[in-house]
């Protein structure tokens, strides 16, 4: 039975609370004050804990937090708060917090993540931090996400296929990963594949193997990425795009968890859930004879339809605070709260690219700002060029005339260059060029590499050696 512990200065929401987690089976304990809460923290050693983000005490909840993530790192701890600003909710994000949850709140949903708080909690000790501690980090309070959180819970034991649908970005790689870690495979293998990222003639011998001399470079055996994935989770993306000749060969991996490496005669033997994903209508593609009607059947056991950011803009706003603190964090700027301007840009702007373009849009926002607060959301506009104004400084101009001011150089590809920053560096500077254009390739293809490459005018290789590179999340 989970240990929760719950601070809270109102004794109506602790009694509140205390039903609704006791009722679910958990065993609770409550305190009023910060002094209290550290003491019952360190006798009782919860699993998790619920605490207010403003008590009337001198100890802050940032501080109660910070005691707390000091004495048990791996302890989620979930805010509740009626005062639900962006400041509170950015710097919570930053401190460690596990989610955001505003007064007054619903019981269901209370319910929803703190369960999903435990699993993650319980996935990261099982794989002993193997996995991305960030998998089952699913953000969002809307009515949508919760449904979807509660049947990422359900289903995640169960070994039962699951397909997920959405327009690109909205996640669908992230509930994959949610699902995997979450069950009772999370120490095991994680696969994902991209229909689209290998011709027809690979994709056989990429899923399933090949051995040695059944093709002209078969020096030796190899093994598959669906064998590589024994005991834990395959993840099937962009499903609807494989040919029909595959897709009968899938279906009999899926239904009798066995298969032939290119050129073998032996049955291979796996035990592997899978998930598949796409973006396309998979029943109008049946429909019209280009994906297997079984198939279909097959993997729509469990069906997940992932939103897009548009029809869920009530977390967009707590998607933004998560995405700057991240990566204030990992390129050291001290970015500590975004403009009432800037605020509206995220809420008015329809997202066509979703979550994925959110993400990068915060991200090429934060690089390239020059303030403590961001000032502007620096989206592509519609034809994908993106004005970025650089921080003023001076360097000496050589052989210029007296009273002559530093330069600036316009380019044709809308940045515009002040030469003038005590730190600049030409290095540093292309890659942050090179890093936006990249973004707003991707962004206005849906993060299709192929397609974004043609756009930027390089290779296939080139583009992905570079979001390797540069470390672009697609």
């Known amino acids: 039975m989970a240990k929760i512990l719950i601070v809270d200065d109102e004794e109506s929401v602790l009694s509140v609370l205390r039903i609704v987690l006791k009722g679910s089976g958990y065993q609770v304990t409550t305190a009023a004050t910060a002094q209290a809460a550290q003491d019952l923290f360190q006798q009782e050693q919860p699993d998790l804990v ?32 009626a005062y639900s600003n962006w400041d509170s909710t950015l710097l919570a994000m930053r401190e460690g917090a596990y989610d955001f949850i505003k007064k007054p709140f619903d019981n269901e949903a209370i319910r929803e993540v703190v369960a999903r708080a435990l699993a993650h909690r319980d996935s990261k000790e099982t794989s002993q931090g193997k996995h991305n501690n960030n998998a089952t980090e699913i953000l969002g309070n809307s009515p949508r996400m919760r449904e979807i959180l509660g049947i990422i819970n359900r289903v995640s034991e169960t070994d039962s296929t699951v397909l997920i649908t959405g327009e690109s970005g909205t996640g669908k790689e992230l509930v994959a990963r949610a699902l995997h870690y979450c069950s009772g495979r999370a120490t095991q293998s994680f696969i994902s594949v991209n229909a689209s990222a290998f011709t027809n003639d690979l994709l056989p011998s990429e899923l399933f193997g090949y051995v040695k001399g059944s093709h002209s470079t078969a020096h030796k055996d190899k093994q598959g990425l669906i064998e590589a ?21 899938l279906l009999r991996v899926m239904e009798e968890q066995t298969f032939f490496q290119v050129g073998g005669t032996e049955a291979r033997h796996v035990d592997v859930r899978f998930i598949g994903a796409t973006n396309k209508d998979l029943l109008q593609e049946v429909r019209e004879g280009n994906f297997r009607e079984d198939l279909y059947y097959r993997l729509n056991v469990i069906p997940i339809q992932l939103p897009p950011l548009r029809e869920r803009k009530e977390d967009i706003e707590l ?50 700002s020059s303030t403590s607060t961001l000032e502007k959301i620096l989206v592509p506009s519609a034809s994908q060029a993106i004005t970025v104004i650089t921080p003023q400084a001076s ?19 809308h940045f515009r260059v002040d030469m003038n920053d005590e730190e600049f560096s030409l290095e540093n500077r292309l890659e942050q060029i090179e890093r936006a254009y990249i973004m707003a390739a991707l962004d206005r293809t849906n993060g299709h590499l192929t397609n974004a490459a043609k756009i930027l005018g390089i290779s296939f290789r080139s583009i992905r050696y570079k979001v390797q590179k540069l470390d672009i999340k697609i």
């Open 50 to 81: 619920l605490q207010d983000m403003r008590l009337t005490t001198k100890t802050s909840g940032i501080d109660l937090m910070n005691f707390f993530k000091l004495k048990n790192p791996n302890v989620p701890v979930i805010i509740i708060t």
């Open 395 to 413: 360097v000496p101009e050589a052989n210029t005339s007296e009273g002559a001011s530093t330069s600036t150089f316009t380019g044709e590809s």
């Open 229 to 249: 994935a024994n005991n834990g989770t395959f993840f099937f993306d962009e499903i609807g795009d494989i040919p029909l000749d595959m897709q009968v060969k």
């Open 319 to 368: 998607l933004a605070s998560h995405f700057l603190a991240k990566y204030s964090k990992k390129v050291g700027r001290e970015i500590s709260g975004i403009s009432e301007n800037a605020r509206q840009q995220l809420n008015q702007y329809d997202w066509p690219g979703n979550i994925r373009e959110l993400q990068n849009t915060i991200e090429r926002s934060v690089i390239l």
